[in-house]
Nanobody
Framework: VQVEESGGGVVQAGGSLRLSCKIS??????????VGWFRQAPGKKREGISV????????EYADSVKGRFTISRDNSGNMTALQMNKLESEDTAMYYC??????????????????WGQGTQVTVSS
């Protein structure tokens, strides 16, 4: 399985970025998997910031990004995206895309068993 993120960069506080992630090589159809975004700042644990379930497209967000970030998925392209608006310096981190089957996937746990990308750096300057 290959998970490839793109779209990170340096942005001023209050600005926006859009992260994209393409997932290939899954055993099942992409439509069977939940997808999500996690981030890890230096010296901190990896935290879940948004997940999206398949089928119902139910979305879940961490309180720290609610109202500012929006997750989406494109099943035809095996992709997920994270639109990040009103960025704050506290959003500076390495951002990771992940996927797994829904009953094994949770915003509250960044498990090694997920399919992970290599990450893309987001730096917000104040």
């Amino acid at each position: 399985v290959q998970v490839e993120e793109s779209g990170g960069g340096v942005v001023q506080a209050g600005g926006s970025l859009r992260l994209s992630c393409k997932i290939s090589g899954l055993r099942l159809s992409f439509t069977e998997y939940a997808v999500g975004w996690f981030r890890q700042a230096p010296g901190k644990k990896r935290e879940g910031i948004s997940v999206m379930k398949p089928g119902t497209n139910q979305k879940e967000y961490a309180d720290s990004v609610k109202g500012r970030f929006t997750i989406s998925r494109d099943n035809s392209g095996n992709m997920t995206a994270l639109q990040m608006n009103k960025l704050e310096s506290e959003d500076t981190a390495m951002y990771y895309c992940a996927a797994d089957v829904p009953n094994a996937f949770s915003i509250t746990h960044a498990l090694d068993s997920y399919y992970w990308g290599q990450g893309t750096q987001v730096t917000v300057s104040s």
